[in-house]
């Protein structure tokens, strides 16, 4: 594990590429997902973020870059998945991440555990915490309960949140106006002009997951640009009929 001044010098103004597969997910497999890390880190990634021990353990094998780790796992009773317990803490610790980012918002944990004595927990263990948050509200509690560092990974993503296509860079702004420890900026980041923006704005580093990792959705992004220009498609053959003519 690598100390928290120097992951922070070494992500400082740069990009962390998010290497996540789920099951239900075409590239799910911890030896993808380390093959995965690697392709980022020859394209000059200068860390990762990736979820389960087990892919943990395999991007290791591939690359030397800081990675922040995380467990996404469901509960019953509970909306809160990343890093939601003492359990999933473990589980990374065991791991040897260098970092470990957690679900910050206000919500009910499961099995009775609290965001306060999950910190407190990490803490005592002498871990880096990255607290995951939707609202600016939520970044104040966790920032009092003392994290290392915040990032704006959850906004939109819980029903209180501004639901919206783009990056919340107005929950960034704010952030990096008035907290003290970085931000980083994390969530529907879709291109390198929106990671410059971030940047631009005071965050400490950028997290791209989807736009770079997850080709299904790369697909489905162009596709749909297909498909709504289908609308387009009879307008434009006559354009092109009518300099024919003209032509002629």
């Known amino acids: 594990m690598i100390s928290k001044e120097i992951v922070f010098e070494q992500l400082k103004g740069k990009l962390v590429v998010s290497c996540q ?31 389960s ?8 094998e591939y690359v030397d870059l800081p990675i922040i780790g995380l467990v996404k796992r469901d ?3 509970s909306d809160v ?19 470990i980012a957690i679900d910050a918002t206000t919500r009910t944990r499961p099995n009775g555990e609290s ?67 970085p931000v980083f900026a994390e969530g529907r980041i879709s291109t390198p002009e929106e990671v410059c923006q971030a940047l631009d704005m005071g965050a ?5 997951g989807s736009a770079i990792t997850r080709p299904q959705e790369i697909t489905k992004r162009f596709v749909q640009s297909i498909q709504n220009k289908g609308g387009n498609q009879d307008a434009g053959t006559n354009g092109i009929k009518e300099q024919i003519r003209r032509i002629n």
Do not use: W
Request: aromatic share 6%; with cysteine.
């Open 53 to 60: 021990a087990v892919d943990i353990m395999a991007i290791k």
């Open 75 to 77: 509960y019953p009773g």
């Open 81 to 99: 998945y990343i890093t939601a317990t003492t359990k999933e803490a473990d589980e990374l610790i065991r791991a040897g991440v260098d970092m």
């Open 204 to 208: 400490h580093t950028v997290v791209v």
């Open 115 to 181: 965001l306060e004595s999950l910190i407190a927990y990490l803490k005592s263990k002498g871990q880096t915490i990255m607290a995951d948050v939707s609202t600016y509200e939520e970044a104040i509690n966790a920032v009092e309960l003392g994290v290392d560092c915040v990032s704006t990974t959850m906004s939109g993503y819980t029903p209180y949140s501004p639901q919206q296509c783009e990056p919340d860079f107005t929950l960034l702004k704010r952030l990096v106006e008035t907290i003290k420890i």
């Open 21 to 51: 597969a789920l099951e239900h997910e075409p590239l799910h497999g911890a030896d993808v997902m380390g093959k995965m890390a690697k392709a980022a880190y020859v394209g000059g990634a200068s860390g990762i973020r990736a979820n």
